[in-house]
């Protein structure tokens, strides 16, 4: 039965997901597969005519890029090597938000690939989303990468996932008829089963390992906070029956800690991953585990100090060209013993604005605290960062709160961001909301 499911998955559902798309997933994963032992000198010389393609692209048919490759008095014929690129402005997320979209869209790319274009999102702590557009060989390939990635854990097309995430890896959570019955579909559609980590009290998580052990997933895929806190609790609870063949993590920097709790408890290993909103690049551990290997296929990444910068090779309906991503890692610079030239980086550090800064610039994500207000039970709440020793936490109390809450969430802080901060707590009847709706998590001021 399993078998036919999953034939029936590569046979029907999958073409007919890449119908709607407009690119065959399958005949991109396909390539990937081939293209990952590409020695490094082939694999530059792709890189290169798609870059020569794009800028050339974004020249003649993005304003905002015409404009600035004039200031800097660069055309596309002076990209003649891999290292020209330089020659080429760096692009912030700031010019994509302020250009989007009449000036950094390629308007006559949209009118006639209309079929298959997904308007973009990407969160970030300043509550105003990036829109931007992408294509339908972006998309396939992004996702084809996400399989190659999830293969060097034992993945195979049409294996199930379990997905345990916020809003950017589980989509649709909403409580309507139809959001619901949206995910489903999708659930379906992608084999998977999504379990929000938003909030994971024991209750819920009770629910999310019964769900799991008659889901049986073959793969977990999820945040580490996360994941750390599901599998301590799989821990306490004494069960063992839960057994993927690989758990992935991705959107946050992983410990040394949550890989060995996840490890020890889902009995398996840990992979690495980490991709952006914005479908430039992503890059997986490898079975090896000696840093992750960047999809060199899809975009160029350079790293200056220790900013990543990435551009696109594929995305023509919004070219992201030297973009500025906001994240920071450094190149491994040595053979990885698995026998793939993709290019190795270190795993990622965390997204600035995302973090509260503790003691001696200790970083805490948002995500993690997520999590531990989530179990606190608070009905809403804000961080504010009013210097590097004091914060300032915002609470709308619910109807059960008590003084253990404030307790537990001063200890939590204090815990994480280390002694000799001050953490104010105050207590509102609301929070705003900004202009577009959204409510900010954090607000820093340093
Ligand atoms: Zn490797």
Known sequence: MKNITKQVYKGLILPFRGILSGYSILEAYKLLRKTQYLPKKELEKLQLIKLKEIVKHAYETVPYYNKKFK?????????????????????????????????????SYIKTHQKGLTLGYTGGSSGNPLKFYKDSLTMSMLLACQWRGWSYGGYKIGDKIALLGGSSLVPFLGSSLKSKFKLKFSSFIKRMLPLSAYTLDEETMNVYIKKLIKYKPDIIIGYPSALK?????????????????????TSEMLFQDQRKAIEKNFNCKVFDG?????AIVSAFECEQHNGLHLT?????????????????????????????IGDKSKFINRECSCGRPLPLIDHI???????????????????????MFGQAKVKEYQLIQESKNKIIVRIVKDKDYSNKKTEYITNSLERWLGNGIDIDIQFVDKIPLTKAGKRIVLIKKI
């Open 71 to 107: 200031e800097y008095k660069v055309k596309p014929d002076d990209i003649k090597t891999l290292k020209d690129i330089k020659k080429l402005p760096i692009l912030t997320r700031e010019d994509v938000f302020n250009n989007f979209p009449n000036n950094i869209v390629s308007n």
């Open 229 to 249: 806190v599901l599998a301590e609790h799989i821990e306490s609870k004494n069960i063992m029956t839960i057994n993927p063949k690989s758990v992935h993590v």
């Open 274 to 278: 980490y991709g952006s909103g914005e």
């Open 296 to 324: 060199a296929e899809t975009g160029i990444t350079e790293i200056i100090g220790n900013e990543m910068i990435v551009t696109s090779i594929l995305n023509k309906a919004t070219p992201f060209i030297r973009y500025k």
């Open 349 to 371: 550090q965390g997204r600035e604005g995302d973090f509260l800064i503790g003691k001696n610039n200790r970083k805490v994500s948002t995500v993690g605290l997520t999590l």
